[in-house]
T-cell receptor, first 114, second 116 residues
Framework: GNSVTQMEGPVTLSEEAFLTINCTYT??????LFWYVQYPGEGLQLLLK?????DKGSNKGFEATYRKETTSFHLEKGSVQVSDSAVYFC?????????????FGKGTLLTVNP | NAGVTQTPKFRVLKTGQSMTLLCAQD?????MYWYRQDPGMGLRLIHY???????AKGEVPDGYNVSRLKKQNFLLGLESAAPSQTSVYFC???????????????FGPGTRLLVL
């Protein structure tokens, strides 16, 4: 079945540092790929997505590129802020028939210190 | 728009008790989902629904039942709670005819459940 493997956390950075959170996937077909973010005490919200190979999703300074050859969708940000402290989830979609589901990775906790 | 709301926010149960978690959405979404979030396990899908009156099993359905009698509501039931069901439960919804996009899910704020 489909699966998502993402970098184990927690990740602790200083403000303005460069961020990479690795994500690789296993899937049949051609899924869409997502990064969701969960701020403390809240539900998840979509951060960015890419729907086909070589697409780059971007939002709030975060970027991720859909790499089919390496089955990866790594999240990057050039200069993190304290307000980026959150749990980040990589996910992929699967659909077919009446099956419309997202498969999530286990999440990576990011803490950014001033 | 309230988006996705969940009731209650927090609950303590004793083993063997039953309860129902309520999820409501006001975005006219067709699809609704129940997840549980546990430390080190990420989000796991319990049950989902692709339309009023329909439900389907997810990854971890055992011990839970669901109903989708109205399009805007999705109920998650625990008939006989067990300590292993201590978790944070999230509801999500997606897809409207207007957007045509099912893949962007909108999450509620969560229900924290403790089973003693």
């Amino acid at each position: 079945g489909n699966s998502v493997t993402q970098m184990e956390g927690p990740v602790t950075l200083s403000e303005e540092a460069f961020l990479t959170i690795n994500c690789t996937y296993t899937a049949t077909g051609y899924p869409s790929l997502f990064w969701y973010v969960q701020y403390p005490g809240e539900g998840l919200q979509l951060l960015l997505k890419a729907t086909k190979a070589d697409d780059k999703g971007s939002n709030k300074g975060f970027e991720a590129t859909y790499r089919k050859e390496t089955t990866s969708f790594h999240l990057e940000k050039g200069s993190v802020q304290v307000s980026d402290s959150a749990v980040y989830f990589c996910a992929l979609s699967e659909s077919g028939g009446s099956n419309y589901k997202l498969t999530f990775g286990k999440g990576t906790l990011l803490t950014v210190n001033p | 728009n309230a988006g996705v709301t969940q009731t209650p926010k927090f609950r303590v149960l004793k083993t063997g008790q039953s309860m129902t978690l309520l999820c409501a959405q006001d975005m006219n979404h067709e699809y609704m989902y129940w997840y549980r979030q546990d430390p080190g396990m990420g989000l796991r899908l319990i049950h989902y629904s692709v339309g009023e009156g329909t439900t389907a099993k997810g990854e971890v359905p055992d011990g839970y039942n669901v109903s989708r009698l109205k399009k805007q509501n999705f109920l998650l039931g625990l008939e006989s709670a067990a300590p292993s069901q201590t978790s944070v439960y999230f509801c999500a919804s997606s897809y409207s005819m207007a957007s045509g996009n099912w893949e962007t899910q909108y999450f509620g704020p969560g229900t924290r459940l403790l089973v003693l």
